[in-house]
Nanobody, 126 residues
Framework: QVHVEEFGGGLVPPGGSLRLSCKVSGRTLNPYSIGWFRQGPGSEREFVAAIKGNGGGTFISNSVKGRFTMSRDNAKNTVYLQMNGLKAEDTAIYYC???????????????????WGQGTQVTVSS
């Protein structure tokens, strides 16, 4: 059984930075693709970033490109989302999701992921 858990949310002023962590347990991380999604109040779940398993590429949403980066540490079974230059519109619950069978064309689609964390709140406000 795969368990996914997010860490690192909080309150940050505009222009600030946060690093979210996604810890995957129960399986070795390397084969799994990991996605970050977010959902603001009254909004649908939105793709933020993803990284493919087995040394595959990284994909970043245009809305955060140049500000957010994603990396993985397979030895720690952990994936990171570094968020810089945060804006008020980045305020949302951020979710981490994992799946082993994703193809590139599906990596931005939340309904293609089998395993989800509970989410962590990110609030950008002065």
């Amino acid at each position: 059984q795969v368990h996914v858990e997010e860490f690192g949310g909080g309150l940050v002023p505009p222009g600030g930075s946060l690093r979210l962590s996604c810890k995957v347990s129960g399986r070795t991380l390397n084969p799994y693709s990991i996605g970050w999604f977010r959902q603001g109040p009254g909004s649908e779940r939105e793709f933020v970033a993803a990284i493919k398993g087995n040394g595959g590429g990284t994909f970043i949403s245009n809305s955060v490109k140049g500000r957010f980066t994603m990396s993985r540490d397979n030895a720690k079974n952990t994936v990171y989302l570094q968020m810089n230059g945060l804006k008020a519109e980045d305020t949302a619950i951020y979710y981490c999701a994992a799946d082993r069978q994703l193809i590139t064309s599906s990596i931005r689609l939340p309904n293609q992921y089998d395993y989800w964390g509970q989410g962590t709140q990110v609030t950008v406000s002065s």
